[in-house]
């Protein structure tokens, strides 16, 4: 069997269905089999993005850190200041050896689960997701009018995030979801956030959300910012990429 590469998951790490995604023993056992996978990109593609928002003195924690270098590489950067957090017990227990081995002692690792969040209100500075969120809609239904037990847990996530920032605190989430989906969330009244967007890729579009605590604006309350769909499109290389799945039936692949 070949080794897993962010470029080639083996074929036995993909699942039967998308709503697998949803299946804590699918993650534990997957895990067990690979050592490294990066969702929507590694980081030098959206180095230039993420760097404009997080310095060395930040707090960060990042939301479902599954096996991705991500937290090595803001290590890397001088941002030490890092919580890494997942359900899977696997997940944690490997990346919690990864860095030990490479000297990142700083780095806490914890099991939990993002929609209870086992911190304190206001003790982090940066919360960044990077396809974790996006499980939460695999088997959402209706994109314009998601299932409720969805809506339940995309908004019980997003609560425990604004209450664990600190004022000025921003969540970057990076993602498939178009703001026309996003954004009906982001805006909900209960948050104080603003909302940004940026793009990344080449012809296959991610998403880089940028939210800051308590700089909410009217025109966030009133959703009247212009949008401007890139267009997209499958490029062959992305083609031998697992993230396109969270934009196509495994199923309907199948037929």
Not at 64 to 81: A, F, K, R
Request: hydrophobic share 35%; with cysteine.
């Amino acid at each position: 069997m070949d080794k897993p590469t962010a470029q080639n998951p083996v074929a036995d790490e993909l699942p039967s269905s998308a709503s697998a995604y949803l299946d804590p023993q699918y993650w534990d056992d997957r895990f067990k089999r690979e050592e490294h996978y990066e969702w929507f990109k590694d980081f030098s593609h959206f180095r230039h993005l993420i760097l404009d928002h997080i310095n060395p003195s930040y707090s960060v924690l990042e939301l479902g850190c599954g096996n991705s270098q991500l937290c090595e590489e803001l290590y890397s950067e001088g941002i030490t200041d890092i919580t890494c957090i997942d359900l899977s017990p696997v997940a944690v227990e490997k990346m919690s050896q990864r860095l030990l081995s490479k000297g990142y002692k700083e780095i806490k690792v914890l099991e939990a689960d993002m929609l209870d969040l086992p911190f304190g209100d206001e003790c982090f500075d940066v919360v960044i997701e990077k396809g974790t969120m996006d499980v939460l809609f695999v088997d959402s239904g209706d994109p314009w009018n998601p299932r409720s037990e969805t809506v339940n847990n995309v908004m019980a996530m997003l609560r425990q995030v604004h209450r664990v920032l600190r004022p000025n605190g921003i969540f970057i989430s990076i993602t498939f979801g178009q703001p026309h989906f996003r954004r009906p969330f982001f805006n909900k009244s209960e948050f104080t956030w603003s909302v940004e967007w940026k793009t990344f890729g080449d012809g296959f579009h991610y998403f880089f959300y940028i939210l800051k605590k308590g700089e909410r604006r009217l025109e966030d309350e009133e959703c009247s910012k212009k949008i401007e769909m890139p267009s997209i499109s499958l490029y062959h290389e992305e083609l031998d990429n697992e993230d396109y799945l969270f934009r196509t039936n495994v199923d309907e692949l199948q037929n």
